[in-house]
């Protein structure tokens, strides 16, 4: 018994240099077919990046579209009940170049952030498997079949008419100042591929006081709109519409304005990849009348006001990067020296790897502020926000550049003090 205990003791050495270099070799082959499992840019703003990356651990995630061979694009709409209409496309390059697949889900209003997240998830697992399946790191993979429960024909009771009721409100202040707002809104939906209505009444209200050296101030600002569309579908690039609003506002000095337009609009890409691409022109042209709290600079009470407008807007999101650019004039033809022009834009653009570039901004001529009340504003007023100012013209504008280098991987999550 002792002479074996001996020679067991003296074997132990080899036999965990054995072990280690068996450990070893499995790491390291496991390691070699990881490298080969295609790599990933995950082009989503609304998906939880983190969450794939803990749950997908076998594709490798990179930093830029550029070093990918699969660059994941997310797109969506919002659905008539109040959900999302997800789409993602597959896009395969270098080595699966040509290799495009596109997958679409529903997220239903009232669905968990988990069960958006683990919707998502199901779909990019189906997504890349075509991808995963040229590599290695297929023979890893099973697949499943859960036999579906018995399809049935669904029966709305609601005939997807959607309503919605919602408030809100908050305070904030100190010693020597307070602000409280409150905020409420109804809103009325039904869509369909050929028809969309909405209905929209919503009321605000803010109230905020300040402790000056000898008085305080307080300013109050209220407001009602309503707003209703219904949109009809001629074909896959054309549509018509009736829009109506209605509003009552302190600051635009307005008591009461009403106005009802009809309008037409064409896309020249089909409005099935509006998600993608879409370029729209559409015009309106109405009529409404305006009664004012105070007398406007055109010595007006109250007015009839006939109006059109003309809208140009182009977006387009692709994997080398996504642009927003548009145009709108509006004018009044009961006196055509009203009117306004604003153009816009948003442009991200992905140049190289690493390097990403975005600018946006608009730029707006105003000639139309027809409300304007004809005895001003005080200091006070347009210090604390009680009305609108007379202005030519508006602006903003940004600009932003990045570069990323270093290590083309990101697959990997550490939440720790975050």
């Known amino acids: 018994m002792k002479n074996t205990l001996i020679l067991l003791i003296a074997l132990s050495p080899f036999f965990t240099f054995s072990q ?41 995630y990179v930093r830029d579209r550029k070093y990918a061979d699969v660059h994941i694009i997310g797109l ?38 988990d069960q958006k997240r683990e919707s998502e998830m199901n779909l990019f697992k189906l997504g890349i498997i075509r991808y995963a399946a040229k590599t290695p790191i297929s023979t890893f993979f099973t697949i499943d079949f859960n036999q579906p429960i018995e399809q049935k024909n669904i029966v709305d009771k609601w005939k997807n008419w959607v309503f919605e009721i919602s408030a809100n409100g908050w305070m904030n202040g100190s010693d020597v100042s307070t602000m409280t707002s409150f905020w409420s809104e109804i809103n009325v939906e039904k869509v369909n591929p050929d028809f969309r209505f909405e209905f929209n009444l919503s009321a605000d209200y803010m109230e905020s006081k300040q402790v000056l050296s000898d008085q305080t101030f307080s300013s109050i600002l209220r407001g009602q709109d309503l707003n209703t569309e219904g949109v009809w579908s001629i074909s896959d690039h054309f549509s018509w519409g009736i829009f109506g609003h209605a509003r009552t506002s302190i600051f635009n000095n307005y008591a009461l304005t009403y106005h009802l337009i009809p309008g037409i609009e064409y896309n020249l890409f089909p409005y099935s990849i509006s998600a993608k691409k879409q370029l729209r022109v559409s015009y309106r042209l109405g009529a409404g009348q305006n009664y004012y709290n105070e007398t406007t600079i055109f010595d007006k009470d109250k007015e ?43 442009i991200n653009l992905r140049i190289a790897k690493g390097f990403n570039f975005n600018l946006s901004g608009n730029f707006g001529i105003t000639q139309d502020q027809i409300s304007l009340s004809k005895t001003g ?32 991987f990101n697959s990997i999550v550490n939440p720790r003090f975050r």
Not at 95 to 109: A, H, N, Q, Y
Not at 383 to 405: E, H, K, M, N, V
């Open 20 to 60: 280690n270099d068996y450990l070893n070799e499995q790491s390291t082959t496991s390691d070699s077919i990881l490298n080969e499992a295609p790599k990933v840019f995950l082009d989503c703003f609304f998906c939880d990046v983190e969450y794939m990356k803990q749950n997908m651990p076998f594709v490798n």
């Open 76 to 113: 969506r709409q919002r659905t008539g009940a109040g959900g999302w209409e997800e789409s993602f496309e597959f896009i395969g390059q270098h080595r699966f170049k040509e290799m495009v697949d596109t997958l679409s889900t529903i997220i239903g209003p009232n669905d968990s952030a």
């Open 304 to 346: 009839f006001v006939p109006h059109h407008s003309l809208r140009i807007a182009h977006r387009i999101r692709e994997n080398w990067g996504n642009v927003n650019i548009g145009l709108n004039g509006t004018q009044y033809l009961h006196n055509t020296r009203l009117y306004s022009v604003r153009a816009f834009g948003n």
């Open 377 to 408: 504003l005080t200091d006070e007023q347009i210090l604390t926000g009680q009305g609108q100012r007379a202005t030519s013209y508006t602006f903003y504008s940004s600009i932003g550049l990045s570069y990323t280098f270093g290590s083309i």
